[in-house]
């Protein structure tokens, strides 16, 4: 049942229960408890109930959308526009032509959640990148369909980004290289399973390593003893690091040992899956440092 009406002149509360009901709606939807129409007429309501008591133009309203049809996105976002700062579009089937059309009337956004979405390409990531200069969170992992010249785009045009997921893409060598020229405020970088060369990820740890608080490098077959040693001398603020699964290097206890010694801030460390480093080597390592997988979660506003 829906909440009752906010008071008169509570904008806030009254534009939160309006993305709740939108919310809500589309789940209802996706587990066949409401039918297309009965989804559209309410919808329209929720809207208006938005457009009628706008909140103040410091308020950021979230909006996360679950297998919508594309009318239903283009009647939200249009809704929302200029407000709209954080937007999860994770798991949702979407493709280029919903998020151009998002980029190009929520210019403010600065979260932007689009994994596992196969049909979202470069030609969307890069109109996001030149709309929405304000970005600072954008995850794209097994957007399979991205590679460089969208995340070369997104660096250069978005100076504020700081957190940054590309696993899993097609990204490359020219996106390290573009990191290290543009990247200035990234701090948390997840690059796994990527089809970098040991030459510009060293690169790119030497370049931008001391600011780098969270690094996800898992299954990458690049992870050299090189490697690990320029982590060691270039990133002395890392707090969490990923290297799970890094079974074509030459990942060794002994050099995991170097790490934890050289890392002061250290505190999560993943080696799991490497054949070099066995299970008591883990449970030693663990009490030390957490030993437990993490992920780039979404910031606060979505969660």
């Not at 297309?36 to 996360?64: I, M, N, R, S, T």
């Not at 954080?86 to 980029?103: K, M, P, S």
């Not at 690091?241 to 993943?270: F, I, K, N, Q, W």
């Amino acid at each position: 049942m829906d909440e009752p009406p906010p008071a008169s002149g509570d904008e806030h509360q009254c534009h939160r229960i309006a993305l709740q009901r939108c919310s809500r709606l589309l789940l209802n939807r996706r587990q066949g408890l409401v039918d297309d129409q009965k989804l559209w007429d309410e919808a329209l309501g929720a809207v208006q109930l938005c457009e009628d008591l706008w909140p103040p133009a410091d308020f950021a309203p979230k909006l996360v959308l679950v297998d919508a049809s594309k009318g239903f996105y283009s009647l939200v976002i249009h809704s929302i526009g200029e407000k709209l700062r954080h937007l999860n579009l994770g798991r949702t089937y979407c493709d280029d032509e919903i998020v151009v059309a998002v980029a190009r009337v929520c210019p403010n956004l600065q979260t932007m959640i689009l994994e596992e979405n196969s049909l979202v390409s470069d030609t969307a990531i890069s109109e996001l990148a030149t709309r929405c200069p304000n970005l600072r969170f954008v995850k794209l992992r097994n957007a399979i369909r991205v590679g460089d010249e969208a995340i070369s785009d997104l660096v250069k045009n978005c100076a504020e980004l700081a957190f940054l997921g590309i696993s899993y893409t097609r990204c490359g060598d020219d996106t390290m290289y573009a990191i290290m020229q543009y990247a200035e405020k990234l701090h948390t970088l997840y690059l796994n399973d990527l089809g970098v060369t040991e030459a510009a990820l060293c690169e790119l740890l030497r370049k931008r390593g001391a600011q780098f608080d969270t690094l996800g490098m898992a299954s990458l077959d690049v992870v050299s003893e090189r490697v690990i040693h320029e982590i060691a001398q270039s990133c002395p603020n890392l707090r969490r690091l990923d290297l799970s699964a890094c079974e074509e290097g030459d990942m060794t206890e002994d050099l995991v040992d170097m790490l934890v010694l050289r890392l002061p801030r250290l505190e999560a460390l993943v080696v799991a899956g490497i054949d070099e480093i066995s299970d008591e080597y883990i449970v030693r390592l663990a009490e030390k440092v957490s030993v437990e997988q993490f992920w780039l979660a979404p910031p606060p506003e979505l969660t």
